[in-house]
């Protein structure tokens, strides 16, 4: 078989450029530190990178929305705090108040330190973050949740809560309601509250009971008709009648169990119906006109301090429970955070395998491929050197 001269250059010129163009290739992963440059290098590498890449770009966004939720309720939490810490000056002031040793004047400067509380919380309740969304408006970030006046506070935001996505299928609340936060207290004993009537002419004071066994959720009146004796009601309707009264026994009612104390005068009453909820600005109103107008002997001033006193203790409880919830959300977003590093760095393992370079293996490749180059030069100088006019 004869070749002829333009075959003999075109065979030697192709098997140049297949020599120069993987030569290059080489060179450009080495520059690139990648040994997929392009996709044509390795499609089947390049598409598993891609995948790869975007879950590690999506795990990266969770990771910086965790971070997120994180400071927001961490600062969240911080204000809880505060509140908390508030309430516990307040039941300090409470004991001071109920001891006996107080009169008016000093009654009334506590009354001026529980203002400065009530102010207190109002503030902490209309805190907004770093971007203006108050953090107790719940949906309503940029409506300001309390308004304040005579005394009164009105929540004007909503029951839900801002929300970040920390994971494919998580939201988390970054935000409460001021209305669950603020006003979903318990009165009472947080079963059934006590109260004594308004118009009571005696001496009777009424704390705050105890469950015995379960309560039954009904209303009960108790109605003096002498300083010894009284009637039941159950929902306004007759229950007993000419029941024996000492002070300070137990009286037990559809598993509501009080103690009244004192003397009550004929025509006293006293309630025992079940807890409702109560703000804790309500709460510290009442303590402050109960300090500007109270008589601290009196048993009306008493029986005010009771129901006082178990509000703030039930609005200190409420504060460590939300408290709690949110530690839990912390504890939660800790847990995703460490679970996505672990997968931000099992993603890096994966790219580096589809895609980073193999330095030893590419240079040995490199220098392999320069002989061969060398070679091939070589060789087709001496072939398109061969001619018989060499001969002649």
Do not use: C
Not at 69 to 95: D, T
């Amino acid at each position: 078989m004869r070749i002829s001269t333009p075959q003999i250059y075109a065979n030697g010129t192709n098997g140049l450029l297949r020599n120069q163009y993987d030569l290059y290739r080489l060179q450009n992963q080495l520059s690139t530190a990648r040994k997929i440059v392009t996709p044509a290098d390795d499609p089947v590498a390049a598409a598993q990178a891609l995948l790869t890449e975007q879950k590690k770009n999506v795990n990266a966004q969770f990771l910086d929305n965790q971070a997120n939720a994180a400071a927001q309720l961490k600062e969240l939490e911080s204000l809880m705090a505060s509140v908390g810490e508030a309430l516990i000056q307040s039941k300090v002031r409470w004991v001071e108040a109920g001891d006996g040793a107080y009169g008016d004047e000093q009654l009334k400067s506590l009354a001026m330190d529980i203002r400065g509380k009530f102010a207190e919380l109002l503030g902490i309740a209309n805190n907004a973050d770093s971007n203006g969304l108050y953090r107790f408006a719940g949906y309503q970030g940029s409506t300001q949740p309390f308004a304040e006046q005579g005394g009164v506070v009105t929540y004007q935001g909503d029951s839900g809560a801002r929300q970040l996505q920390v994971e494919a299928s998580r939201f988390m609340d970054v935000s409460f309601s001021g209305r669950a936060f603020f006003e979903a207290v318990p009165t009472g004993n947080g079963v059934f509250v006590a109260n004594a009537d308004a118009g009571n002419t005696g001496n009777g004071v009424v704390d705050n009971g105890s469950v015995v066994g379960s309560y039954d959720g009904n209303t009960y009146e108790i109605q003096f008709t002498s300083p010894t004796t009284y009637d039941v009601l159950q929902n306004g309707l007759p229950f007993s009648t000419g029941n024996a009264y000492a002070s300070g026994d137990a009286i037990t009612l559809g598993g509501a169990q009080i103690a009244i104390s004192g003397v009550p005068a004929a025509g006293d009453a006293f309630t025992i119906e079940p807890s409702r909820e109560e703000s804790i600005f309500a709460t510290l109103d009442k303590f402050i006109r109960t300090l500007e107008t109270g008589n601290a002997s009196s048993a009306e001033f008493q029986n005010a301090m009771y129901r006082i006193g178990a509000s703030l203790d039930q609005g200190l409880q409420h504060v460590v429970d939300q408290r709690a919830v949110v530690g839990a959300r912390m504890l939660e977003l800790e847990n995703l955070t460490n679970l996505g590093a672990d997968l931000d760095v099992q993603y890096d393992m994966q790219l580096s395998s589809l895609v980073d370079l193999d330095y030893a293996s590419t240079i040995s490749d490199l220098a392999q491929k320069e002989l061969q180059l060398q070679a091939a030069q070589a060789s087709f100088v001496k072939v398109t050197g061969l001619s018989l006019f060499n001969y002649i």
